[in-house]
């Protein structure tokens, strides 16, 4: 994948000043506190992965240019999980057994944090988990698991009021990838549509790596639906949506699960995405009140080195990062235990807004609504602040 090398080529050139840090440490014999990264770095979505650590590493170099966690440098210790559970587990159980992690965060997908769930919990070892959505993954309840990223039945709570009542979809076709991620999605909006008097017609489930969706977009526009709704990674939204254009399909669209609207616009090109709604977990040019300032390092630094507008991927890697920091520092020593205990009592306002788990180890971030207008996404309803 051309532009996922490309993005890898600018990260592993922006993280120079980080690992500076980390060896000026060295030099002064500070032993790095390690946090264990997992994250798809090759395969059908290591731009989603790619983009998840840029924001990583800049938290990493902010935190070791202030001086590290409890004096020490930080130092990300990451593994490619491919986007596939086995691999995933792989990995997990490398930076477990063999770099002896005391935290972890990924794994991207919720197929593939699910699966590697029961290892941290086998070792007791604090996991965050920074963009799965799956209800799954905080419905078991594990005590070593932490998510601040949506889950897709309260997703679909905060849309309930504004899918059929605001914008007006009645009947919907559903394209949703075949795995826990899309399955769930394309359940909770089935379950709000015949709460409020909509329908959702079918649900068409299609492989990671598709790349052809003329069939199935034929018999969307053969159908009744007024609405088609989309759960993918970002390399399958755009080929939809000009696969869509180029058929001739004309009906409302709506991108779930917070897929950055900026990027799909670049790829698929404004034709193709004017008048597409997104579902955001993070807009850049909308942060949450009183981190501005913070936003617009991020995001400068990431237009900088990358030539693209920071996304919900760079946003919550940035926080995941600067979570578990906090909750190292008040833990008092890298130790499993303790920070899984600081974690409990997380109260963080980030970029992706305010971080409080649950009982469940839940935390809800603020999401939005945008319609793309002349290329720009614009939101039009800010669901959770």
């Known amino acids: 994948m051309k532009t996922g090398r490309i993005l890898l080529a600018f990260m592993l050139a922006a993280t120079s000043f980080v690992?500076?840090?980390?060896?000026?440490?060295?030099?002064q014999g500070k032993t790095p506190i390690l946090i264990g990264i997992v994250q798809p770095l090759t395969g059908p979505v290591s731009m989603h992965g790619l983009t998840v650590v840029d924001g990583m590493k800049f938290a990493a170099e902010k935190l070791n240019a202030e001086g590290g966690i409890l004096g020490r440098p930080v130092k990300l210790m990451i593994e490619d999980g491919k986007g596939d559970p086995v691999e995933s587990v792989n990995a997990v159980e490398k930076l477990i057994r063999r770099e002896k992690v005391p935290v972890i965060i990924g794994c991207w997908g919720s197929s593939a944090?699910?699966?590697?769930?029961?290892?941290?919990?086998?070792?007791q070892v604090p996991f965050l988990v920074e963009t799965s959505t799956a209800p799954m993954v905080t419905d078991q309840k594990n005590e070593w698991v932490f998510r601040f990223a949506s889950h897709n039945d309260i997703d679909g709570a905060l849309m309930e009021p504004y899918l059929v009542p605001k914008l007006g979809f009645k009947k919907v076709a559903y394209m949703a990838v075949n795995n826990d991620w899309g399955r769930s999605m394309s359940k909770a909006v089935t379950e709000i549509m015949d709460?409020?008097?909509?329908?959702?017609?079918?649900v068409e489930y299609f492989s990671p790596a598709e790349a052809n969706f003329t069939s199935i977009l034929t018999k969307v526009k053969n159908s009744d639906a007024d609405t088609l709704f989309i759960t993918t990674a970002i390399q399958s939204v755009a080929i939809i949506l000009k696969q869509f254009r180029e058929l001739g399909v004309h009906m409302n669209r709506f991108v779930t699960s917070a897929i950055p609207a900026e990027w799909v616009v670049d790829i698929a090109g404004e034709e193709a995405t004017e008048g597409v709604y997104f579902f955001n977990r993070y807009v850049a040019n909308s942060p949450p009140k009183g981190k501005e300032v913070e936003n617009k390092k991020l995001t400068e630094w990431y237009k900088k080195i990358s030539g693209k507008t920071a996304d919900m991927g760079v946003a919550f890697g940035y926080d995941s990062v600067l979570i578990m920091a906090d909750a190292i520092k008040r833990a008092g020593e890298p130790n499993p235990a303790k920070i899984r205990e600081a974690l409990e009592k997380t109260d963080y306002f980030g970029l992706t807004g305010r971080v409080k788990f649950d009982a469940s180890h839940?935390?809800?971030?603020?999401?939005?609504?945008s319609q793309v207008k002349n290329g720009v996404p614009q939101i039009i309803y800010q669901l959770k602040d």
């Open 362 to 369: 839940h935390s809800q971030p603020r999401v939005s609504i």
């Open 19 to 27: 690992f500076g840090d980390i060896c000026q440490s060295f030099a």
């Open 195 to 202: 709460k409020t008097g909509g329908k959702v017609l079918f």
């Open 113 to 123: 944090t699910l699966a590697a769930m029961p290892i941290v919990k086998r070792n």
